[in-house]
């Protein structure tokens, strides 16, 4: 059987038949999920390029409001909608990507990093469940998108520390955090697998990387009842559980071997509670695919996911956003 509740669930790629019904029965931004599967399915057809270039062709502000919409049409609580109609996107990205900033996908930054896409943020923000006032951390905090969402559902009422290791990277999401008016979210430069510098305890901790097992020192600085939530690497009885008719597994294989040396970035969201100072499960979300944490200590595995650059689908939605708008 099919490891579930997957990303999938929540935002389907579609058939071709399946697509054209639904460009057929509602808003182009509603139809696609405006995620990367269903716009390259667009780019093969007339019809699918001109709704990317009507899409396109809008200003930020209503792309970004459509892009809220998206959200909130996969079921995601209003908070978390209003916060990606909220954040400006395009202000946190590369600036190269800024013309497809409000697509429903990741966009690439050098060495190998990425803007996560609004979905994985979305499904994040609903499992870790943060709370107004709460002190929350996270790892891997790159431009500071992920962590300015979070403040948005909050009405800003918190406090959020983010390490980020790559000294280039970090420089640049403080400086979009300082440009925007989050005055609330902390960035420094570090290695996160070592936590917060000094005695600290976070209500809630979220890695959005990759890894075999939680770092002890972030589990550490947890406070009991808190949540921390990340993507791991996937166990033998998992693996085996995935159906054989599911795409993941033909490019895979059968094996647990071939999912270490080749997939383990496929990877399961999960968000565990710490009670008695030991980490209780609450909840998997599958087929994540994120980046994976680096540190001092080997946490990730021999392989993973990589951004940093644009893949086909992406040069064509630029190129389709520098095209001229007619009537």
Known sequence: MPLHPSVYDWFPIYGESKLKERLEQ???????????????????????????????????????????????????????????????RHLFAREDTRPIAYINEWLPFKGG????????????????????????????IGSGYHAALVSETLNNNCE?????????????????????????IKSIQGDGTKGWPGKVEFDRIYLPCSFIKFPPALVEQLKEGGLIQGQRQLTREEVAQESSNHWWRKWAGLTYESYLNRWRHSTALSTYRKEDGQLVKVSDIYHFWYVALIGSKKYAGSYSFEGGDLTPEMRKLLAIAKEPVTS
């Not at 709704?51 to 809008?58: M, P, Q, T, V």
């Open 113 to 140: 990093h990425t803007l996560s896409a609004p979905f994985c943020n979305a499904l994040f923000m609903r499992d870790l469940k943060p709370a107004k006032g709460q002190t929350i951390l996270e790892i891997g």
């Open 160 to 184: 959020i520390f983010g390490i980020e290791l790559d000294e280039e990277y970090q420089a640049f999401g403080e400086k979009c955090l300082r440009e925007t008016g989050y005055d609330n």
């Open 26 to 88: 509602m808003p182009f931004h509603l139809a696609t999920q405006l995620t990367d599967g269903n716009l390259a399915k667009c780019l093969k057809s007339p019809k699918g390029i001109k709704g990317i270039r009507e899409h396109l062709a809008k200003d930020f502000d209503t792309q970004r409001k459509l892009l809220g919409e998206t959200i909130r049409d996969a079921k995601m609580s209003k908070p978390i909608a209003r916060a990606v109609s909220t954040v400006k």
